[in-house]
């Protein structure tokens, strides 16, 4: 079945960095678009971003333009969120989430246990 761990979450100060991993198995990774997404205190899921299976495609959130990017590396079945220039707006648990084959909207039941992210002085 679809396994999704996220690690690499933690406390950072304003403008810090942290870098999300995520380790997949039991699908074929390559082949499908994966996506981060993200729960705030009190709030909805949101989507982050999302990335092809070959990497050559990447799309964000208008809120993290400029800041985030998203990558994979295939050959270990894992996804990566670098977070830079961090704000208290990000504060929340970090999932990553499968996306399909050929479209790349996430299936929200396939994420994991999330990591939480906490941007705070």
């Known amino acids: 079945q679809v396994q999704l761990v996220e690690s690499g979450g933690g406390l950072v100060q304003p403008g810090g960095s942290l870098r999300l991993s995520c380790t997949a198995s039991?699908?074929?990774?390559?082949?499908?678009?994966m996506n981060w997404v993200r729960q705030a205190p009190g709030k909805g899921l949101e989507w982050v971003s999302h990335?092809?299976?070959?990497?050559?495609?990447?799309r964000y959130v208008d809120s993290v333009k400029g800041r985030f990017t998203i990558s994979r590396a295939n050959a270990k079945n894992t996804l990566y969120l670098q977070m830079n220039s961090l704000k208290p707006e990000d504060t929340a648990v970090y999932y990553c989430?499968?996306?399909?084959?050929?479209?790349?909207?996430?299936?929200?039941?396939?994420r994991g246990q999330g990591t939480q992210v906490t941007v705070s002085s």
């Open positions: 039991g699908f074929t990774f390559s082949l499908h678009w």
């Open positions: 989430a499968r996306g399909g084959r050929i479209r790349p909207e996430p299936d929200f039941g396939s």
């Open positions: 990335i092809s299976g070959t990497g050559t495609s990447t």
